[in-house]
């Protein structure tokens, strides 16, 4: 990860992201189509996106070495955060506001993307967490 600049990183993540979310906006909005009520259509897309776009950003976007298991759980605890807030403004803005889903979702899936970019740089895949659970580095500290 130390090799890979934080434009690298994010121009990756915006790949990645961006193949994801199209396929995943796509599902959605066939998904409504079809008949599937708004929120649950996003939570199952959200859910499918979780593991596809961990796989690939840890591999390629932030080449992540560390431990895999506490990561994905960090991966996890971030899009769960991120669902809660996405839900939540489907809520306030479809719901109590009357906004069309189809604007709000897709204007939704660019903040929360930001703001989950943030995350995995510096919390999922951040070296310095990792570094604190490696007992070897907590060892050589002492």
Not at 5 to 18: D, F, K, N, T
Not at 101 to 106: A, P, Y
Request: no cysteine; aromatic share 14%.
């Amino acid at each position: 990860m130390k090799g890979r600049s934080v434009r690298a990183q994010l121009s990756r993540y915006a790949i990645v992201g961006l193949l994801s979310n199209v396929l995943l906006y796509g599902a959605y909005v066939l998904l409504t189509h079809l008949g599937v009520e708004p929120k649950l259509a996003m939570t199952v897309t959200f859910a499918l996106g979780v593991t596809q776009t961990f796989m690939m950003n840890k591999g390629w976007t932030f080449s992540f070495q560390g431990s895999a298991p506490l990561a994905y759980a960090r991966y996890w605890a971030a899009y769960a955060i991120a669902y809660a807030l996405n839900f939540g403004m489907l809520v306030l803005f479809v719901d109590v506001l009357r906004y069309p889903h189809q604007l709000v979702q897709g204007l939704l899936v660019l903040v929360i993307a930001v703001l989950l970019f943030i995350a995995q740089k510096f919390w999922v895949f951040g070296a310095p967490a990792f570094e604190a659970s490696d007992p070897a580095s907590l060892a050589s500290r002492q």
